[in-house]
Nanobody, 123 residues
Framework: QVQLVESGGGLVQAGGSLRLSCAASGSTFSVNTMGWYRQAPGKQRELVAAVSSSGNTNYADSVKGRFTISRDNAKNTVYLQMNSLKPEDTAVYYC?????????????????WGQGTQVTVSS
């Protein structure tokens, strides 16, 4: 059973920094994409950043230049370094891991989500 454990959320003033971590366990599949999503009150969940197993990254336009996603494959952990935080970054942040394998018939992949961690940026 795949488990994702997130940590690192909290309250910070505008302009501050936070680092989120998400550790994955329970899967033997190494080919995966790891990412962070966020959901603010009354809004849809949106992609913040993602990183593939080969290291390719993708960012939402709103966080480019401020957030950095990275991963440690040996620890099955993904990180999100958030700098220059703004009040509009306030949301619950969710980790998602997508595993790719023919075992996940017929789609060939499976998504797993963390429990979410609150990030609040005060003005």
């Amino acid at each position: 059973q795949v488990q994702l454990v997130e940590s690192g959320g909290g309250l910070v003033q505008a302009g501050g920094s936070l680092r989120l971590s998400c550790a994955a366990s329970g899967s033997t599949f190494s080919v995966n994409t790891m990412g962070w999503y966020r959901q603010a009150p009354g809004k849809q969940r949106e992609l913040v950043a993602a990183v593939s197993s080969s290291g390719n990254t993708n960012y939402a336009d709103s966080v480019k230049g401020r957030f950095t996603i990275s991963r440690d494959n040996a620890k099955n952990t993904v990180y999100l370094q958030m700098n220059s935080l703004k009040p509009e970054d306030t949301a619950v942040y969710y980790c998602k891991v997508t595993y790719y394998s023919a075992s996940y018939y017929p789609k060939g992949f499976a998504d797993y989500w963390g429990q979410g961690t609150q990030v609040t940026v005060s003005s």
